[in-house]
Nanobody, 124 residues
Framework: QVQLVESGGGLVQPGGSLRLSCAAS????????LAWFRQAPGKEREGVSC????????YYADSVKGRFTISRDNAKNTVYLQMNSLKPEDTAAYYC???WGTGCSLSPDDMAYWGKGTLVTVSA
């Protein structure tokens, strides 16, 4: 079955960096876009970034543009989210997700599969 497993979260000081990983299994990653979402306490889940299966299109939320970079290694069935210049407002649980079909979306309602998330805390 489809599985998405996030890792790499933790506690980091403001201005620091983290790299999140999403290991995919149960499907051929080459054929699908993958997206990162986050959900802070008391807030709705929001789309952070998405990368198409061929790397030809990448999308970012305005709040992370210029600081976060999404990438993928289909040979390793893994998608990454490099997060630099982290701010306290980036504190959230981060999830990777996949749609039923191909193509990118940053809408949680479009996602069919979700990982269990990894917690990122940005605090001094």
């Amino acid at each position: 079955q489809v599985q998405l497993v996030e890792s790499g979260g933790g506690l980091v000081q403001p201005g620091g960096s983290l790299r999140l990983s999403c290991a995919a299994s149960g499907f051929t990653l080459d054929y699908y876009a993958l997206a990162w979402f986050r959900q802070a306490p008391g807030k709705e889940r929001e789309g952070v970034s998405c990368i198409t299966n061929t790397n030809d299109r990448i999308y970012y939320a305005d709040s992370v543009k210029g600081r976060f970079t999404i990438s993928r290694d289909n040979a390793k069935n893994t998608v990454y989210l490099q997060m630099n210049s982290l701010k306290p407002e980036d504190t959230a649980a981060y999830y990777c997700a996949r749609k039923w079909g191909t193509g990118c979306s940053l809408s949680p309602d479009d996602m069919a599969y979700w990982g269990k998330g990894t917690l990122v805390t940005v605090s001094a």
